[in-house]
């Protein structure tokens, strides 16, 4: 089968591309044909076919980064959270000289935008979208705000709560920007063209089904981990680790303040987009705690910690959408600690694969650590079964088979 790949980046910088250069190995290892398609950056990795990607933004990891927004960066950036004619046109293109079977889209919002569904219509290849936010149902793809927490505003049909509550970059015109670019593909019905979606959670799947998508196209098809490491070895010492950004939609605050005042060793890795670790790092001044904040790491650098850790953390806030740090963890046979809210429940099982404490409750989730580091035994038996599951649920082989099946079924379609 050959296959186009589309995500809008072409390098590492998050769970969605860990996935998608996952993904392309295992395909290709099995045989298939894949091509990608993304936006020119420097940070890109090698490729044959960098002349079919899109011309460069601002070369940022993320557009609230960029020092200087010149109005061509503002004006490009705007068209293609809207519809780019160049992605069309490439896409179309790209779809000609390669003649695949069928196109994969990861993330295509905001740097790519819808218009490439439309190309691959025109040409008579079906497309299959994984989703990895809420981009379709909400305008900063979070059902979050950071001034009124969870929120479902727009898929309950009130828009204007977006540019009220100022949820794109803090920005009442860049709010009310990207809520007229929802609109536009809404008006446009883009997830009437697209042939299937791979959800990887239950939780999404019926949001996504709540906002109008009808069940036949929602596909249940969890993430995986590609384990290089047949038996890894691993130890369980007295700290407790989070990896992710440092945002507060991902508890960060909650964390702190639950190790603030206790013995309880607490590893932070990870990187702030908005300056969030200074705040974090200015409450804990003066206060007594064991906290250690190790920055942004790649992923080589990380594994060391995930093998010697007692246990992981994802404390979210937000409906966080099947966190890779998860599969990382029961990967290395670590029990999570997570939040009892969104998907996350779904992964982490009570006494089982790790713990679950009541969303926002410190006092709760200092009741969990303690037990991890009152009861080790406990946390390394919960991390061996959480790598039976990984085993079992949650392998290359397991979400190679499931995905072949959606694709096969969508070409006989």
């Given at each position: 089968m050959k296959i186009i790949l589309v995500n809008y980046r072409y390098f590492i910088s998050g769970g969605p591309e860990r996935y998608y250069f996952n993904i392309k190995e295992i395909l290709e290892k099995h045989g298939h044909e894949v091509i990608p398609f993304s936006v020119k950056s420097s940070r890109n990795l090698p490729n044959g076919y960098e002349r079919y990607f899109l011309e460069i933004v601002d070369d940022e990891v993320y557009f609230a980064q960029a020092?200087?927004?010149?109005?061509?960066?503002?004006?490009?950036?705007?068209?293609?959270?809207?519809?780019?004619?160049?992605?069309?046109?490439?896409?179309?293109?790209?779809?000609?000289?390669?003649?695949?079977?069928?196109?994969?889209?990861?993330?295509?919002?905001?740097?790519?935008?819808?218009?490439?569904?439309?190309?691959?219509r025109s040409e008579g290849v079906p497309v299959v979208h994984r989703i990895s936010d809420f981009q379709y149902m909400c305008p900063n793809a979070l059902f979050y705000n950071d001034r009124i927490g969870v929120c479902e505003d727009c898929l309950k049909g009130k828009r204007m709560s977006c540019v009220k509550y100022r949820c794109v970059l803090n920005s009442p015109v860049y709010s009310a920007i990207k809520m007229t670019a929802k609109w536009l593909h809404?008006?446009?019905?883009?997830?009437?063209?697209?042939?299937?979606?791979?959800?990887?959670?239950?939780?999404?799947?019926?949001?996504?089904?709540?906002?109008?998508?009808?069940?036949?196209k929602l596909n249940l098809i969890p993430t995986f981990f590609n384990l290089k490491e047949k038996e890894p070895m691993v130890e369980y010492r007295p700290f407790v680790l989070f990896v992710g950004r440092i945002e507060k939609?991902?508890?960060?605050?909650?964390?702190?303040?639950?190790?603030?005042?206790?013995?309880?060793?607490?590893?932070?890795?990870?990187?702030?987009?908005?300056?969030?670790?200074?705040?974090l790092k200015g409450y804990l001044k003066d206060k007594q705690h064991n906290i250690e904040f190790l920055g942004r790491k790649p992923f080589e650098e990380i594994v060391p910690y995930l093998k010697t850790c007692l246990c992981s953390v994802?404390?979210?806030?937000?409906?966080?959408?099947?966190?890779?740090?998860?599969?990382?963890?029961?990967?290395?046979?670590?029990a999570v600690i997570a939040t009892s809210f969104g998907s996350l429940p779904e992964l982490v099982k009570d006494?089982?694969?790790?713990?679950?404490?009541?969303?926002?409750?410190?006092?709760?989730?200092?009741?969990?650590?303690?037990?991890?580091?009152?009861?080790?035994?406990?946390?390394?038996?919960?991390?061996?079964?959480?790598?039976?599951?990984?085993?079992?649920?949650?392998?290359?082989?397991?979400?190679?088979?499931?995905?072949?099946?959606?694709?096969?079924?969508v070409l006989k379609a």
């Open positions: 020092k200087r927004k010149t109005p061509k960066m503002i004006l490009k950036s705007f068209t293609r959270m809207f519809y780019s004619w160049e992605a069309r046109r490439k896409m179309r293109q790209l779809i000609r000289d390669t003649r695949p079977d069928l196109v994969y889209v990861m993330q295509m919002h905001n740097k790519i935008s819808p218009s490439i569904v439309d190309a691959a809404d008006t446009m019905k883009v997830t009437t063209k697209i042939d299937a979606f791979v959800v990887p959670s239950s939780f999404t799947l019926g949001k996504l089904h709540e906002y109008g998508i009808p069940m036949r939609q991902k508890g960060l605050m909650t964390l702190v303040k639950t190790f603030e005042n206790t013995e309880y060793n607490l590893k932070i890795i990870g990187f702030s987009n908005d300056g969030y670790e200074k705040e994802v404390p979210s806030e937000w409906y966080d959408n099947f966190p890779n740090v998860i599969l990382e963890s029961f990967a290395y046979k670590k006494h089982e694969t790790g713990l679950t404490f009541k969303y926002a409750d410190i006092m709760d989730f200092r009741r969990k650590v303690e037990y991890m580091f009152n009861h080790p035994d406990q946390a390394q038996l919960m991390g061996e079964n959480a790598y039976k599951v990984l085993l079992d649920n949650y392998s290359p082989e397991t979400h190679y088979e499931r995905l072949m099946n959606l694709f096969e079924g």
